[in-house]
């Protein structure tokens, strides 16, 4: 057995803070009273300032941010519709997956896992279907697996130039609440999240931001669903109820945390990670190893996927860091297993625990056998927090 505390490092599901678990801590309630939408119809505000829509709608799911996808697709897109999607690690892989599952036909462009999205051949593709024969787009906006944020504003770009009608849907699950988002401004049609990353929570709850676009499609599409269903919910939704039982403890939980990101406020929610994520990266070029993410630009700030030297095995680092350090990194996915280990630090996260996660990451890598500087990550993380990242505007000077 561990005495003390066990720490969490892995992108999702995230720290909860004390604050959003305490209020997850109530009696059931009637779902059917007549004052329950005091409890949910400020939620879908809340949600729409984070996914930050006007024009949109935000739905609320029970089921996590794959629900929320299949919700997505099944209720805009038709049976063969041909879609275009962007291959770059296990996330956009699933997705990949998942279409083919519900009978649509992707064109995937893979690209090597540490790069980005590749709005150019995007672009390219788009403007070749004269006829608008592919329906969506889809983009994960910050790839998990291999800590790379994409240019989704790029995407959309492309997709105006050639005039293509296509929907473009986002996965924003790891992503949206602590990286900059902007659902209406980069015309994204579908956005989707889950509860457990950016937004603080337990998973259970699937979250889709739909614009007017997508709305539209979804009244004249004939792919089948059933339980996720936008007529359904957007009936129910409009006075504050849902077509069934909502997880009405995690409705608090969700309260809660959107007040924790407006009483910080979801720009310096947005610089936190991004002071937090250069501190964590700077820990780890002072280690002298590598980052997934191919360009500077391409890094992420939620998550960093380092890979260990070719003599150590992630998973031996993986192991010692949970049996003896009680700590847990996320692991190397399927073609980065034994090569990565990831550091999440999304969500409730600060200076302490980007510390604490580089000391721990120093020990199990020196335990696995790696030749690490022991100090040296934290060293440089504490410098950077120190002198370089004091203010968010001081913040982009120093990051050049
Ligand atoms: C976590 C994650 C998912 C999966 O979401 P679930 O809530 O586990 O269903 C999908 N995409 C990305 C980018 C993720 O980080």
């Not at 609320?60 to 041909?82: C, M, Q, R, V, Y």
């Not at 999607?85 to 649509?104: D, I, P």
């Not at 995937?108 to 150019?120: I, M």
């Not at 947005?270 to 002071?275: G, L, M, T, V």
Request: glycine share 10%; proline share 4%.
């Amino acid at each position: 057995m561990h005495s003390g505390h066990s720490h969490l490092f892995i992108p999702g599901p995230t720290n909860v803070p004390e604050a959003v678990r305490q209020a997850m801590n109530v009696p059931q309630q009637d779902m059917r009273a007549a004052d329950f939408g005091d409890l949910t119809l400020p939620l879908f505000d809340g949600l729409k300032r984070v996914f930050k829509t006007t024009e949109g709608e935000v739905m609320i799911f029970p089921g996590s941010g794959t629900s929320a996808w299949e919700a997505a697709i099944t209720n805009t897109l038709n049976p063969g519709d041909k879609v275009l999607m962007a291959r770059y690690g296990q996330f956009s892989t699933l997705w990949v997956k998942m279409a083919e599952m519900l009978g649509l036909e992707p064109i995937v462009v893979d690209v090597p896992w540490g790069a980005g999205v590749p709005w150019k051949e995007i672009g390219r593709i788009l403007g070749r279907d004269k006829d608008d024969e592919i329906k969506a787009v889809f983009v994960t906006h910050n790839e998990t697996a291999t800590g790379v944020v994409s240019d989704i504003e790029a995407v959309r770009r492309v997709m105006d130039e050639c005039f293509h009608e296509a929907l473009l849907f986002v996965d924003g699950v790891s992503s949206i609440g602590s990286l900059d988002f902007r659902m209406d401004q980069w015309g994204v049609d579908l956005a989707v999240t889950g509860s457990q990353k950016g937004l603080m929570m337990p998973a259970g709850l699937g979250i889709l931001g739909v614009s007017q676009k997508a709305l539209a499609a979804s009244k004249a599409n004939t792919m089948r669903r059933a339980y996720y269903d936008f007529a359904d919910m957007r009936q129910f939704n409009k006075d504050g109820y849902f077509p069934y039982t909502p997880p009405t403890p995690l409705l608090h939980g969700l309260r809660a945390a959107l007040g924790l990101i407006d009483a910080e406020g979801l720009d310096n929610v947005i610089a936190r990670h991004a002071r937090l994520a250069e501190g964590i990266r700077r820990g780890v070029a002072a280690w002298g190893l590598d980052i997934v993410a191919e360009h500077r630009s391409l890094q992420s700030n939620t998550v960093t996927a380092v890979r260990v030297p070719d003599t150590v095995d992630a998973r031996e680092v993986l192991r010692i860091a949970y049996e003896d350090l009680n700590c847990s990194f996320g692991s190397g996915l399927a073609r980065l297993a034994g090569k990565v280990f990831r550091i999440g630090h999304l969500g409730s996260f600060n200076e302490g625990m980007a510390l604490t996660a580089l000391s721990l990451a120093e020990l199990a890598l020196v335990k696995a056998g790696a030749k690490v500087p022991l100090g040296a990550g934290v060293a440089a993380a504490s410098g950077w927090l120190a002198h370089g990242a004091q203010t968010p505007d001081k913040l982009v000077l120093a990051a050049e």
